[in-house]
């Protein structure tokens, strides 16, 4: 088993920035995927950013690629999400994931309460 939990939501104005993390208890987190989602008030939820095991393989949602970056530390059991450049549609809630398999998909296996984040216009 695997516990996740997200950190760094908030309100922010339009153009800033915020970073948030997933700090992961459990066994193994260095063997799993790691990908982050998030969800709008009566949409989806989406596919954010994802980043393999090994770090060598990350993916984008179309939306945020060039504003968001994916890290992620094992050695401190944490993924982070940078956010740069946010705009109003960035609104919702956020969730990491881990899974044993990188993909855009829900196809994750652990799943993060979520965090919140508001960009003001």
């Known amino acids: 088993q695997v516990q996740l939990v997200e950190f760094g939501g908030g309100l922010v104005q339009a153009g800033g920035s915020l970073r948030l993390s997933c700090v992961a208890s459990g066994r193994s987190f260095s063997a799993y995927a790691m990908g982050w989602f998030r969800q709008a008030p009566g949409k989806e939820r989406e596919f954010v950013a994802a980043?393999?095991?090994?770090?060598?393989?990350?993916y984008y949602g179309d939306s945020v690629e060039g504003r968001f970056t994916i890290s992620r530390d094992n050695a401190k059991n944490t993924v982070y999400l940078q956010m740069n450049s946010l705009k109003p549609e960035d609104t919702g809630v956020y969730y990491c994931?881990?899974?044993?398999?990188?993909?855009?998909?829900?196809?994750?296996?652990?799943w993060g309460q979520g965090t919140q984040v508001t960009v003001s216009s």
């Open positions: 980043k393999s095991w090994s770090g060598g393989f990350i």
């Open positions: 994931a881990a899974g044993a398999t990188l993909t855009r998909g829900e196809d994750y296996d652990y």
